[in-house]
């Protein structure tokens, strides 16, 4: 089993359930433009408290690896207790945007986040001293709001007031706000060109058939328990995975996994064409336009 990373041997070995189950966790793959964003990420956390605080705006096309980046980032600064007096430290919170831009519901999910309790009654200027209280004592320098283009669902008026809050957040707790979310995220921003001049976009580009999509191919082999190699990188199977994922790493993740599993469950431990045309896999595209969106 040379294909694989030796620690994965024992696992590739153990019984179809386990095999099963492993290929269907998460699992992170490092490329090129995530590493550079968790750069990112990293000065941001360690910039000292200034006035303005400078903050970030992550883009990228549904499944292409948003949401998993930013569980990677939290995973590396996770809550810890310091020395001697114990106290509680937070880094870093993550919270999912609001359906819509509703400051209450912001603060509820937060607080949820925090574990810190709450009454569905309490006012919204009781909860917004909650949050920065809780924020301030757990000594928090990064927020991250995914799915930032819910403002959308908003009036302007509202999609203002909930950056206004944002902006507030800012600048009383000197924290880093990172915002997060589809291409639609930056019209959401824009409702205030003020606070749109405030973060600084990157991009999480669509893949594109190259030595670095080979190389990701690559990578997700030697993390697969197959028994046999694959050769992912052969022409025809990297065509065939990239033209059924158009260009997603989130659906070349979906189409190598379905394809493992199916692998595993046939008694074939390795994946080639004939079983990728076997698998029962609507291409993205499709999919949106059965949900009447425009692809």
């Known amino acids: ?11 590739a070995l153990s019984d179809t359930p386990t095999r099963i189950q492993f290929i269907q966790s998460n699992r992170w793959i490092k490329y090129p433009a995530a590493e550079r964003i968790l750069e990112r990420l990293e000065e941001l956390l360690a910039h000292p408290k200034i006035a303005r605080m400078p903050n ?10 948003k949401t998993l980046l930013l569980k990677k980032f939290c995973q590396l600064h996770k809550p810890y207790a310091t020395l001697g007096d114990e106290k509680l430290v937070r880094p870093v919170v993550t919270v999912e945007a609001p359906p819509k831009p509703d400051e209450k519901q912001f603060y509820r ?4 986040q925090l574990n810190a309790p709450y009454r569905q009654a309490d006012r919204l200027d009781r909860m917004e001293r909650q949050v920065f209280h809780v924020l301030q004592h757990l000594d928090t320098r990064m927020l991250i709001i995914d799915e930032i283009q819910n403002l959308l669902a908003g009036s302007s008026t509202s999609q203002r007031v909930f950056l206004n809050v944002l902006k507030g957040m800012a600048n009383e707790l000197q924290i880093v706000i990172v915002a997060a979310g589809t291409m639609e995220a930056r019209n959401a921003m824009s409702a205030d060109p003020q606070m749109a001049n405030r973060f600084v976009q990157k991009f999480l580009p669509r ?3 190259t030595e670095e999509y080979l190389r990701l191919l690559a990578s997700f082999e030697r993390l697969l328990p197959l028994r046999e190699a694959s050769r992912l990188t052969e022409p ?14 989130g659906e070349i993740s979906a189409v190598i996994t379905t394809a493992a599993v199916t692998a595993i469950r046939a008694g074939k431990e390795r994946i080639d064409l004939k079983l990728l045309d076997q698998i029962d896999y609507v291409l993205p595209s499709e999919r949106r336009r059965f949900q009447g969106v425009s692809a």
């Open 1 to 11: 089993m040379k294909h694989l990373i030796e620690a994965l041997h024992p696992v």
């Open 109 to 112: 999910k937060l607080l949820d």
């Open 56 to 65: 970030l705006l992550l883009v990228g096309e549904t499944n292409n690896g």
């Open 236 to 249: 025809a199977l990297a065509e065939r995975i990239y033209a059924m994922s158009e260009g997603t790493i």
């Open 207 to 209: 893949w594109h058939y």
